[in-house]
């Protein structure tokens, strides 16, 4: 997850991001009927970048894998439902979104574990 937000601020910061925004926003998740788009598209840079430095942590575990798992939920079933199951799909399948959905659920409800930052600070 962090790697495909950091592709997103290496772009956000080569276009300006309020130029970024606009272009996810429309090419992205209007075009889907995703809506509102542009403040859907500064939560989505948000959630996979800050959300995951933030589970990588462990630190907010629980909200940002939660953010995340919502996030994956409708990139799961609104952009890659249609496309079929598996990775030879055309455009990807939903299965892959769906798996890391599901990881992302579990770490929601279980939280950071032993060694996160959340046990640690209490």
């Keep these: 997850m962090l790697v495909h937000g950091m592709v997103k601020t290496m772009a956000a910061t080569d276009k300006g991001v309020a130029a970024w ?15 509102p788009a542009l403040p859907l598209a500064y939560a989505v840079l948000a959630i996979e970048t800050i959300g995951a430095l933030l589970i990588i942590l462990g630190l907010f575990t629980r909200l940002a894998a939660a953010a995340a798992a919502i996030e994956f939920a409708v990139i799961t079933f609104v952009a890659h439902w249609g496309n079929g199951f598996g990775f030879s799909s055309s455009g990807g ?30």
């Design 93 to 122: 399948g939903w299965e892959y979104p769906l798996f890391w959905g599901l990881i992302l659920f579990a770490i929601a409800l279980r939280g950071g574990g032993p060694y996160s930052l959340d046990r640690k600070l209490g």
């Design 21 to 35: 925004a606009t272009g996810f926003a429309a090419g992205g998740l209007a075009r889907r009927g995703i809506e």
